[in-house]
């Protein structure tokens, strides 16, 4: 037997009115993780890549997110 889900899933548009509801704090809430990122790469001497180039200040550590999240659509 097959599984089929359906091309529209309630979790995704769930998902939609969720960012449309909070348009203003996402960029606020992605600041705040992108600094506590930088922190802990900085703190904890870990490496986080992108492409293969170290991802260590705000604008890289937003790129590395940005492009991941392209990768998954």
């Known amino acids: 037997m097959s599984v089929f889900t359906s091309m529209n899933d309630p979790m995704d548009q ?3 009115d969720l960012m449309n509801e909070n348009q203003e704090l ?6 705040i ?3 506590e990122l930088e922190m802990i790469v900085e703190e904890m001497d870990i490496c986080l890549l992108d492409n ?6 705000y604008v890289s550590i937003f790129n590395c997110l ?8």
């Open 26 to 31: 996402l960029s606020d809430m992605l600041d």
């Open 52 to 57: 293969m180039n170290e991802c260590r200040n």
């Open 14 to 16: 769930d998902k939609k």
């Open 33 to 35: 993780a992108i600094q």
């Open 66 to 73: 940005k492009h991941q999240a392209l990768k998954r659509k």
